[in-house]
């Protein structure tokens, strides 16, 4: 069976902290890697990882992907309130290229 | 910009009724698909689709059916409506391409009383 687990699920920081968000997962067919964030609607997309070991840098966020430990950390330095949302974690199934999400972690940042 | 478009943004509807939830992409992308969002659950996969009138289950189908008979146009019905079917309902789509990203609609929220 399928499975995406995202840790923490909630993390309460101050503004200028940074945080880690942890994805690891099991897939059968593993594609590729996606992030999103999660505001108040739809998610938006960050990143699609499909390669180990590659960075990928948008600012003050960065994702990196681990294909043989099967898991992703989503890095976001000097946080503003404006970071606040769901992160959510999807690896992709080959074939389908359906997406199969984790839980979300919901991050708050506090002023 | 893609844009994929969700027909209500808020919807109250009573137990045993029927819904349709639509859904409508603008950018020919092959592959569409319905996620319902619940707290402490994430997004669960309902129904996929890769092509007009093809359909495939995903994680929780029961209750469930869809229809895509145009590839813009996917839709998503509950046959009776029951309150455990109270959820935040996303569509998103993709171009069925190796290592492309989902798109999102708004979601629809559905309550059912």
């Known amino acids: 069976e399928d499975k995406v687990v995202q840790s923490p699920l909630s993390l309460v920081v101050h503004e200028g902290d940074t945080v880690t968000l942890n994805c690891s997962y099991e897939?059968?067919?593993?594609?590729?890697l996606l992030w999103y964030k999660q505001e108040k609607k739809a998610p938006t997309f960050l990143f699609m990882l499909t390669s180990s070991g590659i960075e990928k840098k948008s600012g003050r966020l960065s994702s990196i992907l681990d294909k043989k430990e099967l898991f992703s950390i989503l890095n976001i330095t000097a946080t503003q309130t404006g970071d606040s949302a769901i992160y959510l974690c999807?690896?992709?199934?080959?074939?389908?290229?359906?997406?199969?999400f984790g839980k979300g972690t919901k991050l708050t940042v506090n002023p | 910009d893609v844009k994929v478009t969700q027909s209500s943004r808020y919807l109250v509807k009573r137990t045993g009724e029927k819904v349709f939830l639509e859904c409508v992409q603008d950018m020919d992308h092959e592959n569409m698909f319905w996620y319902r969002q619940d707290p402490g659950l994430g997004l669960r996969l309902i129904y996929f689709s890769y092509d007009v009138k093809m359909k495939e289950k995903g994680d929780i189908p029961e209750g469930y059916s869809v229809s895509r008979e145009k590839k813009e146009r996917f839709s998503l019905i509950l046959e009776s409506a029951s309150t455990n079917q109270t959820s935040m309902y996303l569509c998103?789509?993709?171009?069925?391409?190796?290592?492309?990203?989902?798109?999102f609609g708004q979601g629809t929220r559905l309550t059912v009383v």
């Open positions: 999807a690896p992709t199934q080959g074939g389908s290229e359906k997406l199969v």
């Open positions: 998103a789509s993709s171009t069925g391409a190796v290592n492309t990203e989902a798109f």
């Open positions: 897939v059968t067919n593993f594609r590729s």
